[in-house]
């Protein structure tokens, strides 16, 4: 169903106080009265602003009337329309809505006729996780600024030899309440906000200490976001602080999901940049977007890292090392090197190694360590 547009003309009310509401409206031309019930006129709105919508978001009846002041054209808007974009949205923006409805009724004429739709059904569950989330954003705050957000480094082993020949950085949070917080939950709400330049921040500085302290044949991948690569200080910063440890860049391998990959022409700006400065990158959770071998094929990465999901299925799927096998023989073509991800047993880490894949990364080759533990063990992880 298309668009409707009304027409009014000068001194016709489009609504009046205590009316259903049933639609809001958009000013195509023309200027509207907003009044009270004694016909008072609060405010004039003209073209290309909105009006009606308070009764539309909680289906209240109209609290105030609207007449038009000249002849008008008005754009329809029917209650599903900001309804559905209003419960998709995030929940902080739905909570915010909710109190400022709240207070802009409690500024005007009560009416004991409302009737229960969006808002008023579940105001109270959009509430408590709007603020909930304004809560867990203050409480990570916190954690980073006292330094409780903790960094854990995962081994990749060289599937020739089974030795560690590097770590992927890993952040950890143990909420005081929530106990330990998945790193997808509280890493996405740090990319809401600049707080995951911060929690950057903490990881680079972790990993270049720990690397300072290792063979120098061992790298350390990091995961890193939009947000920093977009920062234009973010690459000169972390050359300057190698530099000053005496670390050579390729030391330091950054991983970009593949969801980052959408744009290729910004992709190819950033993989470009991180080449300049010296770093190598990698391609994290490949193979499970729409576009990963047009991708693959599009973009330089120095490392492809085959997310867990085929791995998993490796010998029960045939697909599966079908689709590793392609992999391999892409990878080698184009110079670049395979990291397979979730490797839990030794018949995977076997397969993969037959197939020719260069490094592995799971709990069968050991769980993420803290710095000191892998210090403590150095000489027993490390070959000569």
């Known amino acids: 169903m ?49 009006f009606g919508e308070m009764g539309v978001l909680d289906q209240s009846v109209r609290s105030t009337a609207a007449r038009a002041k000249t002849q008008v054209t008005l754009l329809e808007i029917k209650p599903g329309q900001i309804t559905d974009r209003l419960t998709e949205t995030d929940p ?73 020949y590097g770590f992927e950085a890993l952040s950890r949070w143990q909420h005081p309440k929530l106990g330990v917080m998945s790193p997808f939950e509280f890493i996405s709400l740090a990319e809401e906000t600049d707080m995951i330049i911060e929690v950057g921040s903490l990881v680079f500085n972790r990993a270049i200490d720990l690397l300072s302290q290792l063979p120098d ?23 300057r602080q190698l530099k000053a440890s005496d670390i050579q860049p390729n030391r330091l391998k950054l991983e970009i999901t593949e969801t980052m990959m959408v744009d290729t022409v910004m992709a190819q700006h950033w993989i470009t940049q991180c080449h300049q400065s010296g770093f190598r990158v990698c391609a994290d959770d490949f193979g499970t977007g729409y576009s990963g071998l047009q991708q693959l094929l599009s973009l330089p990465f120095d490392v492809l ?40 047993d030794e018949q995977q880490h076997k397969l993969l190694k037959q197939l020719e894949v260069d490094f592995g990364q799971g709990y069968y080759y050991g769980k993420a360590m803290s710095k000191s533990e892998i210090l403590t063990r150095s000489d027993r992880l490390f070959s000569d």
């Open 2 to 50: 298309g668009f409707h547009l009304s027409f009014y003309k000068p001194g016709q009310f489009i609504f009046h106080s205590g009316a259903r509401s049933d639609r809001a409206y958009i000013i195509e031309k023309g200027t509207v009265e907003i009044l009270t019930d004694h016909n008072e006129t609060i405010h004039s709105l003209s073209v290309g602003e909105l």
């Open 92 to 164: 902080i923006i739905r909570a915010l809505i909710g109190v400022l409805l709240k207070r802009l009724r409690a500024l005007l004429p009560r009416n004991n006729n409302q009737t229960d739709d969006l808002l008023s059904h579940v105001a109270s569950v959009i509430e408590k996780s709007g603020l909930s989330k304004f809560r867990l954003e203050s409480e990570l705050r916190t954690a980073i600024n006292e330094g409780k957000v903790l960094t854990v480094f995962q081994p990749i082993v060289d599937l020739t030899n089974h030795q560690i």
């Open 217 to 239: 044949s061992i790298f350390i991948n990091i995961n890193v976001s939009a947000k920093q690569l977009n920062d234009k200080q973010f690459l000169p910063g972390l050359s």
């Open 305 to 344: 890292k085959i997310d867990q999901v085929f791995i998993q299925g490796l010998l029960s799927e045939q697909v599966n090392q079908i689709l590793v096998e392609a992999m391999v023989s892409l990878a080698k073509k184009l110079g670049m090197k395979l990291v397979a991800e979730g490797v839990e």
